[in-house]
């Protein structure tokens, strides 16, 4: 009796046929914009973590491309003096699930923004956040909702506190959550657990439209922070008059999603009754030049399987085919 | 019920007993009929709100899954399983010890000392977590129940477990040598739903959180 084993789904007609309609329509949209196609090896040799699908090609452990924002890094490091500013990718990367419901492959199309470091960001940041405001259109969702958060909302307190290690990373895992009673507990007995704990309730206490940036007014790190709420309340300014009707834009200053990875402004897309995000990106200004390139870059990746899950659980979600 | 109604998960067992009468003549109280039946899924008094009934242990399961957009369980279960979902309130009832338990007169000096320390618990991430920060090594016996036994019939040195109020360890000649950590009831939320529809779950978020902290 044949087995269909669910962490590596086999794609039948509808699906296979618009894995296919959607990976064109992306990669057009972004070439449209000036994203140029990079498609690096589907088998990787170098720091392969716990999670990639490992196997000896010989006496050589590899690994199948486990991320593509990883595999496009090492590309560029070694193969480019200067990199291109625009890069796209499509294809599937293979890793073990965190969620045991989850798949091993899954599709993804994907964008980079790669500057030069000490270039100014910001017009890359919102270049990113319209692309991905053009992608439920697209993939014919009818409604989606834009989260815009930033990583050093976070991190800058931490860091100002000297808290690093276990302590903050049960910190970042108490925000995760939503959980500001457990950032009291994790904290318990530190001389800076009350001021983490209010900005922990400033950053929880709402998740709305551009009002929520106020709720940083109450934080005790509120000063420190004053660059960060610039750059948002300048992003927001620029995206809210071009917002599609069918896209809500909500500012969540408690995403910690990456926080490892990302340095600045981080997106998430949502549809309204989606278990998961469907697509997430951010600044991640360290990745190159922990390679040794002294390079700036932010992007995104749009996560075709669980849109294509989403598409068989909730059709109602998108509009019908023509 | 409809497609849309909003389940929340409650939980069986101690937790749920607490519960149960606190929701009774409020909004979201259970369907008393449907309680009394074998069904696993009862109407509240809020039409489009809906109640499981689940074990502790699968409660996180289905709010993480999306299943249910809300849940009420332990904290204890929550750090032992880990699962990807969003806790929003501290509900405060329901409010226990996970200690360390031997026979009376056993000490934690005597436990420390034994070179192969054997202890039984539904709780080894907890208890590993102790272990580690104590500097010890044990065996841990997995266990999913009635663990009280297991020192009297020489299965274990001592035991994790969850203590309210001590009438279960004192029954059986038991007595704690250690806490390691406090447990109460905590308001889940599936992420998706939360962060997706925050405009229909964050009232009832609010709502549940009211009613039952009021006592707790």
Same mark, same amino acid.
């Given at each position: ?198 900005? =922990? ?52 200053? =408690? ?68 | ?48 709100? =809906? ?166």
């Amino acid at each position: 009796m044949p087995v269909r084993t669910p962490h590596f789904p086999d794609l039948l007609f509808d699906s296979a046929a618009r894995l296919r309609r959607w990976e064109a329509a992306l990669m057009g949209l972004l070439a449209a914009q000036g994203y140029r196609e990079l498609h690096p090896s589907l088998v990787l040799r170098e720091s392969l973590p716990e999670g990639a699908l490992r196997f000896f090609d010989g006496d050589d452990l590899v690994a199948l491309r486990w991320d593509f924002t990883v595999a496009l890094a090492g590309l560029l490091a070694r193969g480019f003096a200067a990199p291109p500013d625009r890069v796209a990718y499509a294809g599937a990367v293979f890793r073990r699930p965190v969620q045991p419901w989850e798949a091993v492959e899954r599709f993804e199309v994907g964008c980079e923004r790669i500057q030069p470091e000490g270039e100014r960001s910001d017009e890359a940041d919102v270049e990113l956040a319209c692309l991905l405001m053009a992608i439920p259109g697209a993939l014919g969702l009818k409604n989606a909702i834009l989260h815009l958060g930033h990583a050093a909302l976070v991190r800058r307190p931490l860091e100002a506190e000297g808290l690093s290690g276990g302590l903050a990373d049960g910190v970042v895992a108490a925000l995760s959550r939503r959980a500001p009673h457990r950032v009291r507990e994790v904290l318990k007995g530190h001389p800076a657990a009350s001021r983490l704990a209010a900005h =922990a309730e400033a950053l929880l206490s709402e998740l709305d439209g551009p009002g929520t940036l106020d709720a940083l007014g109450a934080s005790p790190y509120a000063h420190l922070l004053e660059g960060e709420r610039e750059h948002m309340d300048r992003a927001l300014k620029a995206l809210l008059p071009i917002l599609p009707a069918n896209l809500e834009l909500r500012v969540d200053l =408690a995403d910690v999603a990456g926080l490892g990875f990302y340095t600045g402004p981080t997106l998430r897309l949502w549809a309204p009754g989606a278990q998961q995000e469907l697509a997430a990106g951010g600044r991640y200004d360290r990745l190159f030049p922990d390679l040794g390139r002294p390079w700036q870059a932010a992007g995104f990746c749009v996560r075709l399987s669980r849109l294509l899950d989403l598409a068989e659980t909730r059709p109602d979600l998108f509009e019908p085919l023509p | 019920m409809t497609a849309s109604t909003l389940l929340i998960a409650f939980p069986k067992g101690r937790l749920g007993d607490e519960l149960v009468p606190k929701l009774a003549g409020t909004p979201l109280a259970l369907d008393a009929q449907a309680l009394k039946s074998r069904v696993l899924r009862i109407p509240t008094a809020t039409p489009g709100v =809906a109640a499981l009934l689940l074990k502790g242990a699968d409660l996180p399961r289905y709010v993480a899954a999306g299943v249910a957009s809300l849940g009420i369980v332990g904290s204890d279960t929550l750090d032992e399983m880990d699962m990807d979902l969003l806790e929003l309130a501290d509900l405060g009832f329901g409010a226990c010890r996970l200690s360390l338990c031997a026979q009376e007169g056993v000490t934690l000096d005597s436990l420390r000392a034994k070179p192969h320390l054997r202890l039984a618990t539904k709780f080894p991430r907890a208890t590993e977590a102790w272990l580690t920060r104590e500097g010890l090594t044990a065996e841990l016996v997995p266990l999913s129940s009635s663990a009280e036994l297991a020192p009297l019939l020489g299965l274990a040195d001592a035991i994790v477990d969850l203590v309210q109020t001590g009438g279960t360890l004192r029954a059986h000649g038991l007595v704690e040598t250690a806490v390691l950590g406090h447990s109460s009831a905590r308001l889940v939320a599936a992420r998706g739903a939360y962060l997706s529809e925050p405009g229909r779950l964050r009232p009832l978020a609010d709502q549940l959180t009211a009613l039952l902290r009021r006592e707790a």
